[in-house]
């Protein structure tokens, strides 16, 4: 009897451990790889690699994960709409398994494009640096007239950014910028005038094309070259740049084809500096 008993639950442990050798492990479940495909004023696109059903969680950027919008995703392609337009959102994604979840994917970032609609302005002249801001938030504002950025010498400005179509005049002076990026020049510029900004090394950013009738560079005392000018071939009226102390190459203006045309053109440039 002892002995049948014996065999029995010997029988039981080497079935079970038969069958447990046999059974495949469930396969580890991986976090989903996010990728942004498309970006409207209220809508982002996104594909996704994994294969299972997917849970996506969004909202403005640093938003806490379990506060934002959740959605549940079959389709490798799929959406997030009713976004607001020039706002930065962070979205989340994590793979759904049948024990047990992955670890959430993300943040990954996207900010809606700009409403172009959002107001044109005959000058503009912005003093500080929140006002820059502002004014910037206005998302894509278009600037048809005078552009002055700074009225004091050693202002707080340190950051330009969503400035458009400047047509008439551009003046920035006394800003401790590095750079000028955040201006986009959309139509030939007639004059640009950087005067008394001390950070500024070169002027990258600026993306002039083509013509300018001024250009004045005037004591900006970190600059060493016109950097950030190389698709402008032509100054028809003046060129200036003084007291640049550390100026040192005229990089930048490279391409530059014609400087001037006519008898009645004056070109002024002062040479404080050794060209290379």
Not at 40 to 52: D, G, M, P
Not at 194 to 201: P, Q
Request: charged share 15%.
């Amino acid at each position: 009897m002892i002995k049948n008993l014996y065999l029995l639950i010997l029988t039981v442990l080497l079935i079970f451990s038969c069958s447990s050798e046999n059974e495949s492990p469930e396969p580890p479940c991986l976090a989903p790889v996010i990728e942004l495909d498309e970006i409207t004023l209220t809508e982002a696109v996104f594909s996704r690699t994994s294969s299972n059903p997917i849970q996506v969680e969004y909202g403005t950027e640093g938003f806490a994960l379990g506060t934002g919008t959740i959605i549940d995703v079959l389709d490798n392609i799929f959406s997030v709409t009713g976004l607001l337009p020039f706002k930065s959102y962070d979205l989340y994604a994590k793979t759904i398994c049948p024990s047990l979840n992955s670890e959430w994917f993300g943040p990954l970032n996207f900010v809606t494009q700009c409403d172009v609609n959002n107001g044109v302005f005959n000058g503009v002249f912005l003093d500080n640096q929140a006002e820059v801001d502002a004014f910037g938030a206005l998302c894509y504002s278009e600037v048809n007239g005078v552009l002055r950025i700074g009225t004091s010498l050693n202002n707080d400005i340190i950051l330009l950014s969503n400035i458009n179509s400047v047509t008439i005049d551009i003046l920035i002076v006394g800003t401790q910028l590095t750079s000028l990026k955040g201006i986009n020049i959309t139509e030939n510029l007639p004059i640009l005038q950087v005067v008394s900004n001390n950070s500024l090394i070169n002027l990258e950013g600026i993306n002039l094309t083509d013509t300018i009738e001024i250009l004045n560079v005037e004591g900006n005392s970190s600059l060493e070259s016109l950097v950030g000018l190389e698709e402008l071939n032509s100054i028809t009226t003046n060129l200036r740049i003084e007291n640049c102390n550390n100026f040192s190459s005229f990089n930048g203006l490279n391409n530059l084809e014609d400087l001037l045309f006519g008898d009645f053109i004056e070109k002024i440039v002062e040479y404080p500096f050794n060209v290379h």
